[in-house]
């Protein structure tokens, strides 16, 4: 069975630019969650979906933006891009919000704004 | 706010040795404990879990009890390998929100050397 698919797994943006970040559940999960690991300051929560709808989100601004679709894939969007988004950002999925007992990750996209 | 402290890494460890990585948190409510890994260049997996007081989360020879009386969620392993270095990372979710927020401590790197 095929765990937690990110792509791209590099993604290189100049300042000011948009990314667009993918991700795909595995199959049966319905909640998807973005997580942000920048260096030196841990994993950060941003973003929660589940069955198409956000359920929560961390301290972030509002250009961390995202959706999930029917299929509950889900797409993080970083608009503005600034230095300090460098950084590894990490899906996870598990059955409907039941993040506190098993979620799987993916191995995650690393972003470089230069 | 819910919060994890983890000792601070990297702890370097020669093979066969015993491994503690202290973890202490503070919560409100009634959390569930994680332990979760992160090998080179992959994402997060999860270690091991514990959901009430006194459970024992155990796997791959590495566990942990959920003291509530000290707060604390300490990563034990009898005889550490080469293949155990990793980064490993505490966090805690709170049953009763239901925000789907994992907190983490900030890792803490494991180096084996044979």
């Known amino acids: 069975e095929a765990g937690v698919t990110q792509s791209p797994t590099h993604l290189i943006k100049t300042r000011g630019q948009q990314a667009t970040l993918r991700c795909s559940p595995i199959?049966?999960?319905?909640?998807v969650y973005w997580y942000q690991q920048a260096l030196g300051l841990g994993l950060q929560f941003l973003l929660w979906y589940d069955e198409g709808e956000e359920r929560n989100r961390g301290n972030f601004p509002p250009r961390f933006s995202g959706r999930q679709f029917p299929n509950y894939s889900s797409e993080l969007n970083v608009n503005a891009l600034e230095l300090e988004d460098s950084a590894l950002y990490l899906c996870a999925s598990s059955l409907q919000g039941r993040m506190n007992t098993e979620a799987f990750f993916g191995q995650g996209t690393r972003l470089t704004v230069v | 706010g819910d919060s994890v402290t983890q000792m601070e890494g990297p702890v370097t460890l020669s093979e066969e040795a015993f491994l503690t990585i202290n973890c202490t948190y503070t919560?409100?409510?009634?959390?569930?404990l994680f332990w979760y890994v992160q090998y080179p260049g992959e994402g997060l997996q999860l270690l091991l879990k514990a959901t009430k007081a006194d459970d024992k989360g155990s796997n791959k020879g590495f566990e942990a009890t959920y003291r509530k009386e000290t707060t604390s969620f300490h990563l034990e392993k009898g005889s550490v390998q080469v293949s155990d270095s990793a980064v490993y990372f505490c966090?805690?979710?709170?049953?009763?929100?239901?925000?789907?927020?994992?907190?983490f401590g900030q890792g803490t790197t494991l180096q084996v050397k044979p």
């Open positions: 919560a409100t409510g009634y959390p569930s």
């Open positions: 199959s049966g999960h319905t909640s």
């Open positions: 966090a805690l979710s709170d049953l009763g929100s239901n925000t789907g927020k994992l907190i």
